[in-house]
Structure formats: C-alpha cells, structure tokens
C-alpha cells in the first residue's frame, strides 16, 4: 500500500460521526474497549446488511452459474492444515524491551528502530501465527484445538464436490458465501480497516484450467464494473494494482485498491489460484475432487478464479468517499450553522434511504400512516422533532437520500414535498407516485 496521503482529521470527523450516530462503536467499550473489534450500531448495521445484500444479489441472485453457502466458523482443523495457514500464515514480529510495543516487521519503515520510543533495543524477528485459536470438546489440550476460521473461502472447496452434486452443476460455476473471518492481526489500526474479526465476502469460480486466464479477466472487469456502476467508484478514488510477485501456485493477482483517509488500500483482491486449493484438500482429505467432463470424457482438477473483498472495509471505503462538509448550502435551507455535514452515499446501501417529516405534530396521523407505507418498500425512518431544517440536516449527517414532508397541503392535494440530499432541490410529488418515483432515483 502506498501511503501518499494521511488525511487524519477526515478519520478522526469519520470515527466521530460513527459513534455518535451510531454507525460503528467500538466493542466493549464500558469496559474500556478490545483492540481490533468493533461493534455495528443501528444504522451500521442496516448499512451493512444493504452492501451484503447488494453483493449477494450482484454475485449469486442475478447469475445461474453462481451458488451460495453459509458455511461454519470452526471446522475440522485439518482443513487450515491443508491450507497452508498453520505453517505459513503468519508475520514476523518484532519487540521493543524499552516499551514493550509490538511490530510488524513489513509494515516499519526503519525496521531497527522502535516507531514508538525510538529504541534500537528490539528483539530478532520471529514469527507470529495469525490463527485464532480455540477448543472443542471437554478437554483444553492439544488434541482439542480447533481454529476460527481466517478465511470464509476454505470451506467453499472443502464443500465444492456436495454443492456440485445437490445443485447439478456443470463446470464452469462459482461457490459465494459471505461470513466472519479471524485473524490475530499485530496491529489493527486504521478504525476498521484491519481488524481482528470482520466479514468477508468471497466467490471462487471453478473452471477448466484451459479457459483460467479468461475467467480472470472477466471476473476482473465485472468487480470494477460493480464498484463503478453500484457503490460510485471512479477513476479518482479506485485503481488497480497487479502483483508481480506471485504464490508458487498462482497464474495471476490484482488488487482492487481504494482511497482511504489514510492512503490507498487494499479493497478487494481477484486471484487466479490455479489448481492449489482443490489439490491440496484433495490430498489432506484423501477425497478425489477432481471433475469428470462428460461432453469429451476428460477428468481434471479445476482451477480456481476467485474474487474475496471485506465487508468492514466496502463500509470505510464508502464512507470516506461519501463525507463531505458543506459551507456554500448552509444558509439555503433557512439554517444558521457554518457548514452542513453530509454523506453522499449511494442510495441502495444508504442505512435510511427515505425519511417522512410531519410539518407539524398534528399531521402526525396522516404523516405516520404515509410511513408505514414507505417503509414496506425502503428502509425508513419516522422523524416529528425540531424544526425541518435541522431534521434534514440530521438526515444528511447520516446519508439519507431523500426527505419526504407531509404538511399541511398535503391533506388536500395528496402530494408531499420530495427534498433531494445532494442537489437540495425540492419536487411536489403525488403520494400515488411516490413509490415508483423513488425506486427510480434509488436505481432499485
Ligand atoms: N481468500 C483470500 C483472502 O482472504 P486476503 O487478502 O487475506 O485474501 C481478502 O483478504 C479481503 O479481506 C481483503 O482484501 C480485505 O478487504 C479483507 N480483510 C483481510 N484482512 C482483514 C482485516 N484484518 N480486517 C478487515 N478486513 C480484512
């Protein structure tokens, strides 16, 4: 990652905003906190359940050749044998004895020197294994460790030749599964950008190894295309890096990377893995993985495409490209405050995509039934406190698109007021309209 900007004050406005508005808190925090974990408040939460959605419908909903799993956390330990993650997921670690900090070796500039107190007393490099471990059964020994899983994409080749056999499926097609993944990580850092439990959402593609290079390809163009089309990414704050250092095992590799507040990072990563994770549970498990092609009598191994982004970091990525402080719009909308706070977040992953406001109290009856109306199409949310103005700014803090106000007229000519969040414009629309006129500008 190539940190050639370090916007901190936009974090820090961004952690900030996601603790009070209950986007992202971090876990435990009454008993002072737990490094590396974070918890999702309501709206981050209903944040995060849309960019899921919006991910599994682009990956396994609209296409035939895609299944989806929900695999377990903890599985037989074997298969992180097979992996390679028990021998060789881990970084080298070095000490300070000054201060007792802890570094990752790759990620310190001057790697004799501590970043904290500027000791040169460190201790020799040695690796630490990344594998949270646990145990299972009635006896805390050896015999019963089992791992958390560090990737959600094990079990999709540990289940490949069952989810072939239930669904019927013919190579090339790909297994999905969004879930928890975990890793002893040495530094989170970065708000959630690198945590120790965060949600990945992976599709490995099974194809002939003959056609690879061009499922790597299409697989590529489709991801960009999706952080284009759907989440509003462009050439000024999305890039790709190709990796020229390769996995033995591994035909091709390119990074997705994204403008943070701190610099570019790692977004997504498409891998042509070649043949290496079915072979390798092949030989742990003692199971024949390989497929048999009926149309011309051929049996191989397949090779592996596969497509694995963060969930926690989609969110981070949006969100600091959504973030603006606004001073021009400030005194449109009747408001005396210096700048208005607004997330400009793509629509279908907006935690609240619509807002109904009562231009008073008592259009409350008329205006909560219009709610509960709304809210069977869009996540909604019921707003009768403060004046409009500050209720639309509360609105925009959080990203809402659009501020639907009933008022008085509305009685007589069943129409409300329709105020856009990025233009501030406002349209009288129809309440028989409504619904249809929102899917439009939603993109549902
Ligand atoms: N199956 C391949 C795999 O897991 P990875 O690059 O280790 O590859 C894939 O992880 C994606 O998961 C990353 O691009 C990133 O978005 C997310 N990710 C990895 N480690 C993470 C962490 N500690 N905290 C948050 N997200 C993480």
């Known amino acids: 990652m190539a940190d050639d900007f370090n916007d901190q ?90 201060c007792k900090s802890r570094y990752r070796v790759d990620q310190m500039e001057d790697p004799t020197t501590c970043p904290n107190c500027g000791s040169k007393d460190l201790t020799e490099p040695r690796e630490f294994n990344l594998m949270m471990k646990t145990f299972v059964g009635p006896v805390f020994d050896e015999d019963h460790v089992a791992y958390l899983r560090a990737e959600t994409c094990q079990p999709i080749f540990v289940d490949f030749h069952s989810v072939r056999v239930a669904t019927r499926q013919k190579l090339p097609f790909g297994v999905a599964q ?71 095992y591994a035909k091709a590799a390119i990074d997705i990377e994204v403008k943070f507040p701190f610099g570019w990072g ?10 290496w994770d079915l072979s ?25 495409i596969e497509t694995s982004v963060g969930l926690d970091r989609t969110m981070l990525a949006i969100l600091a490209k959504s973030y603006d402080e606004d001073s021009a719009a400030t005194k449109k909308e009747g408001m005396d405050e210096d700048v208005r706070v607004v997330l400009h977040l793509p629509p279908m992953v907006a935690p609240i995509q619509v ?15 219009l709610y509960k109306d709304v809210d069977r199409f869009f996540r909604s949310e019921y707003d009768d406190t403060g004046s409009i103005g500050k209720r639309y700014r509360r609105q925009d803090e959080i990203g809402t698109p659009f501020c639907v106000t009933f008022d008085f007229d509305s009685l007589n000519d069943n129409a409300v007021t329709v105020r856009n969040r990025d233009t501030m414009l406002q349209e009288r629309v129809g309440v028989t309209q409504l619904r249809s006129y929102l899917e439009e500008k939603i993109g549902m």
Request: proline content about 3%; aromatic content about 14%; hydrophobic content about 35%.
């Open 280 to 304: 390798r549970h092949s030989e742990f498990s003692g199971q024949d993985l390989q497929y048999f092609d009926h149309d011309n009598g051929r049996k191989f191994m397949p090779t592996v």
């Open 266 to 275: 790692e977004l997504e990563g498409v891998h042509h893995r070649g043949t």
């Open 178 to 248: 969004i879930g928890k993944a975990f890793r002893n990580e040495i530094n989170p850092r970065n708000f959630t950008f690198r945590s120790r439990e965060f949600t990945q959402m992976e599709m490995e593609f099974f194809c002939d190894g003959e056609k690879g290079m061009e499922w790597f390809e299409y697989w590529k163009a489709e991801r960009i295309r999706y952080y284009r089309e759907k989440l509003g990414f462009d050439d000024s704050n999305m890039r790709i890096y190709v990796h020229e250092k390769l996995a033995h």
């Open 355 to 369: 807002a109904v406001l009562p231009q008073s109290k008592k259009l409350n009856e008329n205006a909560y039934a």
């Open 9 to 98: 004050a936009l974090m820090d406005k961004i952690v900030s905003l996601c603790k009070r508005r209950g986007f992202v808190f971090p876990s435990s925090e009454i008993y002072g906190g737990f490094n590396g974990f974070w918890d999702y408040g309501p709206y981050g939460a209903r944040m995060k359940r849309a960019i899921e959605a919006l991910w599994w419908h682009e990956m396994v909903e609209t296409r035939d050749n895609v299944e989806g799993l929900d695999s377990t956390i903890i599985a037989n330990p074997t298969i992180w044998k097979a992996s390679g993650h028990l021998d060789q997921f881990s970084d080298l670690m070095t000490d300070c004895r000054q």
